[in-house]
């Protein structure tokens, strides 16, 4: 239950926010995360855009020196160039929640990519595989530096000095808006991960790179003996770590040093707004979990909280039973 609780809690605030007409279904995205959950971050990536909107990400921590010099020493303390305090990074992932302790162990500590389109389909993601779980270990090597979790640890305080808080794995959700400028058909949803991982990253990697061995083949027109091509397909069935794969590359002679980018487009059965998926309905606002023990159990704190809300499940024709908490507004 505890697991992902800050995301929920995340939802809950939203929807209180748009019952109280802080924000509506045309509000940025970024708008509704800093409205909801602005003091439950330790990164923002677009930290220049988001202090226009009045939001000073490093202010809290601003606050507890007695003056700038002293902020200023601790942000040289911490390799923090001051170009990057109201930068955007253009980092992976967008937001990334604070981590809590829960038995001894880490808990939350999610991560929020932001999905806006104005047609039905889901924005391309263009920085990484979308998975249900990423470490700042993987997010380091995705983003080929480790920005996001400098500044990470300096917002999680003592948590970060936990001895798994760079491999601990963090529940990845997808903020989601399509047909974001029409409001007869405008959907939004935080989804899980889960929604977009229906097989293992590892076999999706080795899988992409054997098509294309296959498609070159074909167009080549090259027949290889079945031995052989066995031989090969189970080399390249070796190549499944996208931290490896994201990692820069030195190559002799070479005056660059390349890196693979794995960009994803989602297949319709695995966006939740198409008509495949009728019960999420226009104008609606979702939180839509992969169904678990502790997911079932949160039913009754979010009822409790938000009578209004419907609590049903959808069947991913690829990834089974996910629960979808739906808000419409009246």
């Known amino acids: 239950m505890y697991e992902s ?13 748009m019952m109280g007409r802080e924000i509506t279904f045309n509000s940025s995205l970024e708008e509704m995360v800093l409205s909801a959950g602005r003091n439950d971050l330790t990164y923002v990536d677009n930290r220049r855009d988001i202090k226009k909107m009045g939001y000073d990400f490093w202010e809290h921590l601003r606050m507890q020196f007695k003056d ?13 160039d001051k170009k990057f305090l109201y930068s955007k990074s253009e980092q992976f992932p967008d937001f990334l929640f604070k981590v809590r ?9 999610s991560l929020l990519e932001l999905k806006d389109s104005k047609s039905g389909s889901i924005a391309s ?42 491999t601990f794995q963090r529940r990845s959700f997808y903020f989601v808006r399509t047909h974001k400028d029409n409001p007869n058909k405008i959907k939004i949803s935080i989804v899980d991960g889960s929604f977009f991982e229906t097989i293992p990253k ?17 167009k080549r027109k090259i027949e290889l003996p079945p031995e052989r091509l066995k031989e090969v397909e189970e080399t390249i069935s070796c190549i499944t770590d996208q931290n490896i794969i ?16 794995i960009m994803a487009e989602v297949h319709p059965e695995g966006n939740p707004h198409i008509s495949f998926y009728p019960q999420i309905l226009e104008g609606g606002f979702n939180l839509i979990r992969q169904a678990s023990p502790s997911v079932k159990e949160l039913k009754e704190k979010v009822l409790q909280k938000l009578p209004e809300i419907k609590i049903f499940s959808i069947r991913h024709k690829r990834n089974g039973e996910h629960v979808v908490f739906q808000f419409k507004p009246a």
């Open 5 to 17: 609780i800050e995301v929920v809690e995340f939802f809950i605030e939203i929807i209180e926010r």
């Open 246 to 261: 994201a990692s820069s590359q030195i190559i002799e002679k070479a005056s660059v040093r390349p890196r693979l980018r």
């Open 68 to 80: 700038d010099a002293l902020f200023k020493r601790w942000l040289r303390d911490n390799r923090i």
């Open 125 to 166: 993601f263009n920085s990484t595989i979308p998975t249900k779980q990423k470490s700042l270990e993987e997010i380091n090597v995705i983003n080929g530096g480790d920005l996001v979790s400098r500044i990470a640890k300096i917002l999680d305080g003592e948590l970060a000095l936990a001895k798994d808080y760079y």
């Open 202 to 218: 590892e076999h999706l990697i080795n899988q992409m790179f054997l098509n294309v061995l296959r498609a070159q083949l074909a």
């Open 101 to 109: 302790e829960h038995e001894d162990k880490l808990i939350c500590g």
